[in-house]
């Protein structure tokens, strides 16, 4: 327990301390549930991290709204992998040579990828959800946000997070109106292993962007709207989806277009192949992807075609300030 605490306060300014604290949580729960709070360090070995596997897959995920949903083992692991950073980083600290007695498994020993992918009418099916009003009679700019998020996601093909974090307001130099780039990673944020790379985009989305100010989606989060389209749509569920599915959709769309031998403008549009040594010499810039960005202006039209409107400002609800996400219309 005194390493954990350690480890927080020394971490605290990690842009995933979030993270960080609810993985460890759930290790310091176990510890409290078996009565092990004066346990050592040393004494958490292979066997004892089994059982903390064993006890942790039984606690159900129950989201802030109240869903409940089963534990994955990839879940599970990320807390093991958290507390074997956690003991390293104090052994060190303390000048010890003894690091963690135990070897967290791999990610992709225990993590499932979603198979399920969605076609580009399918990604337009999801447009015209978000272009019309809500059963109980709402407004047609009241599913903005998730209009947006959509939007944002088929451009740039980014995370979810990076989706909400993406900001027009010039302070933040993410969108560059002179270069039609978008860089996803904002100023004064430090690059984490999910890695926000810098992309081009074409003018449709630039006709966007140019009008918007302050935070593109709007709020803190379309997670409740996403899940719903899912159900009201009838798309699988059960860890097949999620709001990761407009980014790997358009992943293995692009990459079918493209042919794997400019597989690497895949990688680099994702954020999974980062900058080298050798950019340093040759310096990379976003207008490089030009096969990417016209795979991507493609898929746009397509979706614009089967659902007109999908790429217009005009009834988005577009109307957010500069003071933060909560203020969209």
Known sequence: TDCIAEYLVAKAGLPSIDTVKARLGHVSAYLEATNQLDITCGAVDEDW???????????????PSGNVRARSPGTVEGSVRQLAAAINFSFRRHDTTFPAAFVPKKPAAVSKTPAYRSDVPELAEMFRYAMKPGRDGQPMNARGPLWRFLQVSVITWCRPDAAHDFST??????????LRVVD?????????????????VGERAA??????????VGVDSVKHAFSTMLDELGLPRDGET??????????????????????????RMLGHRKDSTSDLYALFEPGFLGRALAVTNDIIEEIEALAPGAFHR????????????SAAK
């Open 49 to 63: 991290i089994d059982d903390f596997r064993d006890w942790a897959i039984e606690i159900p995920v129950v989201s």
């Open 169 to 178: 307001d010039p302070a933040r130099r993410q969108w560059h109106s002179d």
């Open 184 to 200: 996803l990673n904002p100023k004064g944020r430090v690059q984490t292993r999910k890695y926000r790379p810098a992309v081009p």
């Open 207 to 216: 006709a966007l962007f140019d009008h918007a100010s302050g935070f593109y």
């Open 242 to 267: 999620g709001m990761k599915l407009i980014r790997r959709s358009m992943a293995t769309i692009a990459r079918r277009r493209l042919g794997e031998e400019h597989f690497i403008q895949v990688e």
């Open 314 to 325: 005009k009834n988005t609800g577009l109307r957010v300030l500069q003071g933060g996400k």
